[in-house]
């Protein structure tokens, strides 16, 4: 994943960017966006994307070349490659800095205790998480 914002381009005082790929069989983490609605672009591959509201409320669409996505500020989402090609897209927010939260980075800075009670999980499922932001989840 590659991110362009004010960070680095100083002059994006109102655009923030990623261009992702996924590899055959990975997905995007379940994450989500505090600061912004995020619109997507493919540019390449076959995908699937999850967005989850509300109510027990979610929506699965597939996108390939040419599709355009969207996906509401602070609603968890992934996006699967359901192609056998690298699947490509340009995420764009109207903020100057990108920002995300993944499922593993938020469950990592949750007292275990808490993670463990609402999951309902033992502690060796809690040890098995990833402790660090995958980003991309490979095959």
């Not at 390449?44 to 040419?66: I, L, N, P, Y």
């Not at 340009?90 to 999951?119: C, G, I, N, R």
């Amino acid at each position: 994943m590659h991110i362009i914002d004010s960070s680095l381009f100083k002059v994006s005082t109102t655009i923030a960017a990623a261009i992702v790929t996924v590899r055959p069989g990975g997905m995007r983490e379940l994450h989500w966006h505090p600061n912004a609605d995020e619109w997507q672009y493919y540019v390449s591959g076959k995908g699937r994307m999850t967005v989850f509201a509300t109510g027990s409320r979610a929506r699965t669409a597939d996108f390939e070349a040419g599709d355009v996505g969207y996906v509401q500020q602070t609603l968890p989402h992934y996006i699967e490659n359901t192609g056998d090609t690298d699947l490509r897209f340009l995420e764009m927010f109207k903020s100057s800095f990108y920002q995300d939260l993944s499922l593993s980075e938020w469950l990592s800075h949750t007292p275990p205790e808490l993670v463990m009670a609402h999951l309902n999980i033992d502690r060796a499922a809690l040890d098995a998480l990833p402790k660090e932001k995958l980003v991309i989840v490979p095959r």
